[in-house]
């Protein structure tokens, strides 16, 4: 990193977790992908998988020396810099860990106690309250329409429209659930309906991306993993381990970039939809949870290596309907 003077000041971390913190946004304003730190820390002859680093970012104990040291090299921090950080961490190391049942400092021991502040009313004082011979009449109201409805409902055999005409009653097969003919758990191929290609990154870049390419050469392997009615589409990298597919940093704007990353970066941004499409029996639609919107092309290409992004959802759009080719694990 070139701009040291707008580097997270590691001195100012009171506690583990403030230290962690600290690190973190020290990798945000890096700009740095974890795997391109994965890839640095190679170079500089250190070992620092990039899981490992997204382990180590998202607890709030102290990590290692040698995985800070790493890290920051990585990063481009200067020797006298990365020996800073580790000063510090040397120190938190060895503070001493107040109790538990010890409280804080009792700063105003003989402060008188404070007044108690009553709980705020249910309804303010100024609103009318209703007269109770109200309730008993709306009540009772509710009740003759209620019993009305069930006797002619009783005699139709179905419901009663405004105008008096019954219409049977629907079977339940006519009102499916909404997780009826959704496809189960598993690994899958997504073929985008509108060009026959798959979902993909590109294995030159380690943006985590995704494109349109060739199915067989897809990577990396994906599955569905149903959670009620939505879904977390998960990966695993050849190189990185395990992730999930999202909208980055959960945008909610059209164009937003949808890729591969290590699971909870995320976000609310990794959990999404299954749409059956009507107008393509045995495809589905991607729509993010976060935004209501779907994941497709931006345009009508089939040629390979156009992006995936987050779309307006219309209907007869090809590009953003997909077809889940089941695939052999194991």
Known sequence: MTNVASDPDPSHAQTPAEYVALLRLFRDRS??????????????GDSLPASTLATMLTRDTLPRAELVSAFLRACGEPTVRVDAWLEIR??????????PDAGPADENADAPPAEAVPEPATRPAWYPARHPRLYLLSAGFTLA???ITIVVVSNTGGTTS??????PSPSPSASPSPAQG?????TYRFRIAL???CLTEKP??????????????????????????????????PDFGPGCMGVKESSAFIGATVADD?????????????????????GFRIKALHSGLCVGLTGNSLKPWAAIRQVYCYQNRFGQIFFLDPEKTG
């Open 90 to 99: 040397r120190d938190l190391l060895t503070a001493p860990v107040p109790s």
């Open 162 to 167: 405004a105008s008096g005409a019954s219409s």
């Open 262 to 282: 290590f699971c909870a970066k995320t976000g609310a941004g990794e959990r999404f939809e299954l749409v059956p499409a009507l107008e393509k029996p045995g």
């Open 195 to 197: 060009s026959g290609l």
């Open 31 to 44: 700009g740095l992908t974890y795997r391109t730190i994965q890839r640095r820390a190679a170079e500089n």
């Open 204 to 237: 030159t870049l380690e943006t985590g991306e995704l494109w349109q390419g060739p199915c067989d050469q897809a990577m990396p392997t994906r599955s569905l993993v149903r959670l009620g009615d939505e879904y977390q589409i998960t990966t695993d990298h």
């Open 182 to 186: 959704l496809p189960p758990s598993g």
């Open 145 to 147: 329409v209620v019993l």
